[in-house]
């Protein structure tokens, strides 16, 4: 049981490069998540999916993209990459019921030169 | 949801108790207080939440005030490992399937040998 787990770990690129930054959970939940956390701020929520086949917008979600591939993966996408979106991402995925509780992955750490 | 309060550092003994404080006053009757922590470069991880009563768990105490305007984290014994930042949420228990945390900036805890 892996729980979170993302790729890759850290990520350098120029401006204007794409790139797609994955996650998995083998916790059979429903909810998964996507944050960014800049240098010494809270995290902040990008996107959301509730459920397979569907995402909304968080409080930040200019300039990238998701995707809800399955209920295990939920995928963030960087189509043209910004010194700004220089961060750490971290996926979350969450258990319904019970303690109700957000369980995250390790984090990519992306730097947009 | 319910803003928190929460100062911005603390320092604490080693083997000392560590109290972490969190105002609520707008909490409404249906919100809980989650308490998660955030170990330098790592995802955020689940401590413990409570609505009204306290609560302890093999990881902490959260002593919630009978107002529920404010509670308090106990670490009983700090560690060095303990060191990290601590957020204080607050939130529906069940707020759908779609529902989200918001972080603020929490509280810096140093663990001091």
């Known amino acids: 049981n892996a729980g979170v787990t993302q790729t890759p770990k850290f990520q350098v690129l120029k401006t204007g490069q794409s790139m797609t930054l994955q996650c998995a959970q083998d916790m059979n939940h429903n909810s998964m998540y996507w944050y960014r956390q800049d240098p010494g701020m809270g995290l902040r929520l990008i996107y959301y999916?509730?459920?397979?086949?569907?995402?909304d917008k968080g409080e930040v979600p200019n300039g990238y993209n998701v995707s809800r591939l399955n209920k295990r993966e939920f995928s963030l996408r960087l189509e043209s990459a910004a010194p700004s979106q220089t961060s750490v991402y971290f996926c979350?995925?969450?258990?319904?019921?019970?303690?109700?509780?957000?369980?995250f992955g390790p984090g990519t750490r992306l730097t947009v030169l | 949801d319910a803003k928190t309060t929460q100062p911005p550092s603390m320092d604490c003994a080693e083997g000392r108790a560590a109290n972490l404080p969190c105002n609520h006053s707008t909490i409404s009757g249906n919100e809980y207080v989650y308490w998660y922590r955030q170990i330098h470069s790592q995802g955020p991880q689940y401590i413990i939440h409570?609505?009204?009563n306290n609560e302890t768990n093999e990881m902490a105490s959260l002593i919630i005030t009978e107002d529920r305007k404010s509670s308090t984290l106990i670490l009983p014994h700090a560690t060095l490992r303990d060191t990290a930042v601590y957020y204080c949420i607050v939130r529906p228990l069940s707020g759908g399937s779609n529902y989200k945390l918001t972080f603020g900036k929490g509280t810096l805890l140093t663990v001091n040998p």
């Open positions: 409570g609505l009204k």
């Open positions: 979350a995925s969450r258990e319904v019921g019970g303690t109700d509780t957000q369980y």
């Open positions: 999916s509730a459920s397979e086949g569907t995402t």
